[in-house]
């Protein structure tokens, strides 16, 4: 659990507070948090709106003009499955939601939100464009439990609790795995760099076990 301060830009005078336990996406002056089932947008220090869905909130990706956000169920995987959700970034009006067996455990959107991509509990990854429209699925053999999307949408990295990590173009084509051979591996962070050349990787080994981290290098492919 992490508490994250606001403060003013010209002194320490603290603005609010909010408990966390995950890490912020954040893209230019825009900040977007969740606690629990309530998801938080911030412009700099400002509030710019909030939502409960009514759903464990357990991913969030901000682009330049969107906001993706990936839920699951409460309790048990009896209840009702919880979607994934697209907003506009600047008034959280919501512009569609995606249904997958057992919700989501994360989302990420390319730069421009021309792109979703999607880790699912039911083992699968979902790439979507920014009307909702399904173009893609790849089964794993366990929970996707983290996804990242290049900036430029080319790209898809996810990581699967049967202990591999997965790169596929935005074909939907798998270009290589590699098994970390850690099925309890919990990731903390999964990324592109800035110039979508380098892959990092950083995890717990098991619930309480030491941090480690991957750093993959992703050579230039020719492009049919």
């Known amino acids: 659990m ?3 301060f606001f403060f003013n830009d010209t002194a320490t005078t603290e603005i609010y507070t909010l408990s966390l336990h995950d890490a912020l996406p954040i893209y230019q002056n825009y900040l977007g948090t969740e606690v629990h089932s309530q998801i938080y947008l911030f412009n700099s220090s400002s509030l710019l709106w909030s939502k409960d869905i009514g759903g464990l909130v357990t991913g969030m990706s901000i682009s330049k003009t969107f906001v993706g956000v990936a839920s699951t169920h409460l309790k048990s995987a009896t209840e009702q499955n919880m979607p994934l959700y697209f907003f506009v970034l600047k008034n959280g009006r919501e512009i569609w939601t995606f249904q997958a067996r ?3 455990w994360d989302v990420s959107l390319s730069r421009d939100g021309a792109y979703v991509v999607a880790g699912s509990r039911d083992g699968n990854i979902y ?4 009307s909702g429209d399904l173009l893609w699925t790849y089964k794993t053999q366990n929970w996707v439990r983290d996804v990242s999307l290049s900036e430029n949408g080319e790209l898809v990295v996810a990581w699967s609790q049967d202990s591999n990590l997965y ?3 935005k074909k939907g084509v798998l270009l290589w795995k590699y098994d970390t051979g850690l099925p309890l591996l919990f990731p903390k962070t999964l990324s592109f760099s800035s110039k979508d050349n380098y892959l990092l990787l950083n995890a717990n080994r098991g619930f309480e076990g030491p941090e480690e981290a991957y750093i993959f290098q992703i050579m230039a492919m020719d492009k049919a």
Request: aromatic share 30%; glycine share 8%.
């Open 2 to 4: 992490f508490v994250f």
């Open 102 to 104: 057992n919700g989501f």
């Open 127 to 130: 790439f979507l464009d920014r």
């Open 167 to 169: 790169l596929l173009d």
